[in-house]
DNA sequence: GATCGATGATTTTTT
DNA sequence: ATCATCGATC
């Protein structure tokens, strides 16, 4: 344990032997608040403390395995484990084995933001509520809004003053008799219920408040309300509460995170012990003053200054780029500059506002053949036809699942149609039954739908009891049943039926879920469906993430918190993306987006390259586009500026013969530039070089065209398909005989023409 | 009841 | 520009 101790610095050794009682650690970016954390725990258990006594929560899954991980190799594991998890997950923990105080369904299911919006648009729809009036987004975010505030349907009815407020607590109370009929939970309900299970049962709460001695909390600042009444609850009996975060780091107030739980830590928590860690063990000189020079000017924080003993490094690169296309092309560029310098793909990570943002550098990436991985976004579950099958396996755990059931009651198609199931669910609800036991009524189905209806919603349902009995036997396991459901409803076959060109490419996703059936059932040894399914809605973006050297990452800077990278690439630093136009309005808004730059910019250890582009397509159409504000508070001695040279054109004609590849980008250096960024700008007026010419005047100078045949030195014969110019290469895409469809740039690999 | 084509919204960030 | 939803038609 000395060992352990004195690694650390004294700031960071007196936080983690503080004494019992309320702790709040303040942590800069980069200053050891991961090792803090878990040498805490290990130092705990190290004086004895029982590891069924302490509480940990984290921010997302990987870091609890992570911070388990390492304090395994801090004290030794095969100790009885500790509580680590999410908020969520360890909320549904408690829920499953205590949730009955609660009246709640033991199979309850968890309803995920799409499940939720199907579900409340069913509800509008029973509610004769025009969706058009109200969009089924913002009456959700109320709900949402409500739910983290513990206001009731009861309570939001009672404060309603406007008519749309009425709308809204009505459809909250009807969504929350829907979500009762059908036995799910949204995410909010998960630490809600949670709350309630504590605050309204209170040997339950003694119960658990008794058994943990000390609760600890990761990403403090980014917690709510209804998160903090969970931490009140559970240190209620020892209160010894161990948080740590970092006030500059708070991204997440758009979902009800207050940092007022932190700022007045001392208010909740009397007595309380703060330190503070500001020396930053990541970044390089200049990485950490631009960032403290861009947060130095929120006027909302407590205010500290990161330093570090490491060299100041390389100045920090900004560059203007003409379009998103420009930007993506440059990118490219610079992982193959840093990969030649002695990095790996795997240490560039490129950071953007919205995830839109990673389609134009995901295509680029591609065409140069760079491995990469795009984290979040559309991710993996939820692709319709994982979801599809999913939807299949949580009817078969929980019958009264009706958005499941919605989802797949004619996927593939069995001639049940809108009406039929309509009439269906509404004679089920009439007569209170669950659809499954309704559909066995034969003399109450055949009256409400028709005798040929009834037989084939009976078929189907029978399909699903027979699916049912087997994986509640046990006579078939996780990835038996899932395997079982693909093959009895044959969804190979309806997916080629769907859709012949993404069949084979849906089913490969398929597939894979059934390799994670298969490796969560080897893994837990032998889970239960309900626990798969859970693991599967609370694995978050940042789960995803695949350690390793082989490929560039590419996520929005809300998923990198907490993650690190030697260099990092961030894109799109415009006004109006970031900060973004929804938050520009209000000083806290700008503030937060302040946040989010400053959380970019510090996951950065050696480089930082800050890029923005002069135009942007925004719904089809081009954008003129201002450089991030941000961009302009870092101070100039720290960065390398580059901006678009909007004076002299090059005169077209010239590359309209001959091999003239396109124009690299001229820049200037702007002299004053940290002067002149500061305040907002008015528009760009000057007419910007169009390039959309250049890219035809590469294809049509190339010595490639659509239609040739080629040779390629690994992918043998093909036959040209497309030719385009893509940033500063040319980009041939070939259908290969033997290889398919490849993008080659004939500039890395040598490409022959045969004809 | 299914299919095709037109229309309109959509992009902020996530457990 | 793309995707989901809606309406008309078979």
């Known amino acids: 344990m000395d060992d352990l101790l004195r690694v650390l610095n004294p700031d960071q050794r007196a936080a983690v032997t503080a004494p019992d009682g309320p702790v709040?650690?303040?942590?800069?970016?980069?200053?050891?608040?991961?090792?803090?954390?878990?040498?805490?725990?290990?130092?705990?258990?190290?004086?004895g403390v029982h590891p069924g006594a302490v509480l940990a929560f984290t921010f997302t899954n990987k870091a609890a395995k992570e911070m388990r991980g390492r304090v395994d190799t801090q004290v030794g594991a095969g100790r009885a484990p500790f509580w680590i998890g999410t908020f969520h997950a360890t909320c549904l923990k408690l829920l499953r084995a205590d949730g009955a105080a609660l009246g709640l369904n033991p199979r309850f299911a968890i309803y995920d933001t799409d499940d939720q919006k199907r579900l409340l648009k069913q509800v509008m729809a029973a509610e004769k509520i025009d969706p058009k009036q109200f969009p089924v987004n913002v009456v959700r975010t109320v709900i949402s809004r409500w739910k983290n505030d513990d206001t009731t349907p009861e309570a939001a009815a009672e404060k309603a003053i406007a008519h749309v407020d009425e709308v809204h607590a009505t459809l909250y109370a009807a969504y929350e008799r829907a979500l009762t009929r059908c036995g799910a939970l949204d995410f909010d309900d998960l630490i809600l219920r949670a709350v309630h299970l504590l605050e309204r049962h209170d040997e339950v709460r003694a119960r658990y408040a008794g058994r943990f001695q000390h609760v600890l909390v990761d990403e403090f600042q980014d917690t709510n309300s209804l998160q903090m009444l969970l931490i009140k609850a559970l240190a209620s009996e020892h209160g010894n509460l161990f948080a740590?975060?970092?006030d500059d780091q708070s991204i997440y107030g758009w979902r009800g995170a207050r940092v007022e739980n932190m700022l007045e830590f001392d208010q909740y928590f009397p007595g309380a012990h703060t330190f503070r860690l500001e020396q930053n063990y990541r970044s390089t000189g200049n990485i950490l003053a631009a960032a403290n020079a861009v947060?130095?000017?929120?006027?909302?924080?407590?205010?500290?200054?990161l330093w570090t003993e490491s060299g100041v490094g390389d100045p920090l690169t900004i560059e203007e780029f003409l379009d998103g296309d420009d930007e993506a092309a440059r990118i490219v560029e610079i992982v193959r500059a840093e990969c030649a310098a002695g990095h790996t793909r795997g240490d560039v990570t490129v950071l953007y506002r919205t995830n839109a943002q990673s389609r134009l550098v995901e295509d680029a990436l591609r065409r140069a053949q760079i491995a990469h991985q795009v984290v979040g976004s559309v991710q993996f579950y939820e692709r319709k036809e994982v979801r599809d099958t999913l939807a299949y396996l949580k009817l078969v755990a929980n019958p009264?699942?009706?958005?499941?059931?919605?989802?797949?009651?004619?996927?593939?198609?069995?001639?049940?149609?809108?009406?039929?199931v309509e009439r269906f669910l509404e004679a089920a609800a009439y007569a209170d039954l669950p659809p499954g036991e309704f559909s066995a009524r034969t003399d109450l189905l055949e009256p409400a739908v028709g005798l040929?209806?009834?037989?084939?919603?009976?078929?189907?349902?029978?399909?699903?009891?027979?699916?049912?009995?087997?994986?509640?036997?046990?006579?078939?396991?996780?990835?038996e049943l899932l395997a079982r459901i693909?093959?009895?409803?044959?969804?190979?076959?309806?997916?080629?039926?769907?859709?012949?060109?993404?069949?084979e490419s849906r089913l490969e996703n398929v597939a894979e879920l059934v390799n994670a059936a298969h490796a969560f059932h080897e893994g837990s040894d032998g889970g239960t469906l309900a626990q798969f399914l859970e693991q599967i809605a609370l694995v978050a973006d940042a789960d995803t993430i695949q350690d390793g050297e082989g490929a560039v990452r590419l996520m929005t800077i809300h998923t990198a918190k907490g993650l690190e990278f030697p260099v990092v690439i961030l894109a799109g630093?415009?006004?109006?993306?970031?900060?973004?136009?929804?938050?520009?309005?209000?000083?806290?808004?700008?503030?937060?987006?302040?946040?989010?730059?400053?959380?970019?910019?510090?996951?950065?250890?050696?480089?930082?390259?800050?890029?923005?582009?002069?135009?942007?397509?925004?719904?089809?159409?081009?954008?003129d586009c201002l450089p991030s504000r941000f961009l302009g508070e870092i101070p100039d001695p720290v960065c390398t500026r580059r901006e678009l040279n909007r004076g002299w054109q090059p005169p077209i004609a010239q590359t309209l013969f001959g091999s003239a590849p396109r124009p690299a980008p001229t820049w200037v250096t702007p002299s004053n530039s940290p002067a002149r960024m500061l305040g907002p700008r008015p528009k760009p007026t000057r007419p910007v070089r169009q390039t959309s010419e250049w890219h035809d005047d590469v294809a049509q100078a190339a010595p490639f065209y659509p239609g040739q045949h080629v040779s390629h030195s690994s992918f043998g014969s093909g036959v040209v398909l497309r030719v385009e110019g893509v940033g500063d290469d040319l980009v041939v895409t070939v259908d290969f005989r033997d290889a398919g469809h490849k993008h080659i740039i004939p500039r890395f690999a040598p490409l022959v023409g045969l004809d």
């Open 295 to 305: 947060i130095a000017n929120n006027r909302r924080r407590k205010g500290k200054n």
């Open 452 to 479: 040929a209806a009834a037989g084939r919603l009976r078929a189907f349902f029978d399909l699903v009891a027979r699916w049912r009995t087997e994986a509640g036997t046990g006579a078939l396991s996780v990835p």
């Open 400 to 420: 009264a699942d009706e958005i499941s059931l919605l989802r797949i009651i004619n996927v593939p198609k069995r001639r049940l149609g809108e009406t039929t």
């Open 573 to 623: 630093c415009e006004d109006e993306l970031l900060p973004h136009v929804t938050s520009s309005e209000t000083e806290a808004g700008v503030e937060e987006e302040r946040r989010l730059f400053y959380v970019a910019l510090t996951r950065a250890r050696q480089r930082a390259y800050l890029l923005h582009a002069a135009r942007r397509r925004r719904f089809g159409a081009h954008e």
């Open 24 to 47: 709040l650690v303040v942590a800069g970016a980069g200053s050891g608040k991961t090792r803090v954390l878990t040498t805490r725990i290990a130092w705990l258990l190290d004086r």
């Open 244 to 246: 740590v975060g970092d």
């Open 486 to 503: 693909v093959k009895d409803i044959d969804y190979p076959g309806w997916l080629h039926t769907d859709d012949p060109e993404s069949a």
